[in-house]
Nanobody, 123 residues
Framework: VQLQASGGGLVQAGGSLRLSCTAS???????MGWFRQAPGKDREFVAA????????SYADSVKGRFTISRDNAKNAVFLQMDSLKPEDTATYYC??????????????????WGQGTLVTVSS
C-alpha cells in the first residue's frame, strides 16, 4: 500500500494544523499511525489508532493537544494538531502497523512510509 501525507505548513506557536494521510488501497484491517522526525533526530512515535478506531495511543509529548482519527470508508487517517509548539517542528509521516499493538512505539514495526509532510512551528 502507498501512503500520501498532506496538510503540513508553517504555523505560529499556539496554532493548529490538520494532517491527512490517504492510502492507495483498503487499510481498514490495519492499525495506522503518525511518526515525526526532526532534523538530526530519530523518527519518533506520535500517535496510533487501531483498525477499529480503538484503542488509540499518543506520545506523552502530544497528549491532550493532538487527536488521531480515521475514516475507513476513505482509506484515510488524520492528525488534528492544536496548541502547536516550536518543538513540534518536524516532518510527519503516516504508516501502516506491521507488528502488534504492543510494539506501536517502534518505527521498525511500521511500514509503507509515505513521503512525509513538513510542519514548521514558529515561536
Amino acid at each position: 500500500v502507498q501512503l500520501q501525507a498532506s496538510g503540513g505548513g508553517l504555523v505560529q506557536a499556539g496554532g493548529s494544523l490538520r494532517l491527512s494521510c490517504t492510502a492507495s488501497r483498503r487499510t481498514s484491517s490495519y492499525s495506522m499511525g503518525w511518526f515525526r522526525q526532526a532534523p538530526g533526530k530519530d523518527r519518533e512515535f506520535v500517535a496510533a489508532i487501531s483498525f477499529g478506531g480503538s484503542p488509540i495511543s499518543y506520545a506523552d509529548s502530544v497528549k491532550g493537544r493532538f487527536t488521531i482519527s480515521r475514516d475507513n470508508a476513505k482509506n484515510a487517517v488524520f492528525l488534528q494538531m492544536d496548541s502547536l509548539k516550536p518543538e513540534d517542528t518536524a516532518t510527519y509521516y503516516c504508516a501502516v502497523q506491521l507488528g502488534g499493538w504492543h510494539s506501536k512505539d517502534d518505527p521498525r514495526r511500521w511500514g509503507s512510509w509515505g513521503q512525509g509532510t513538513l510542519v514548521t512551528v514558529s515561536s
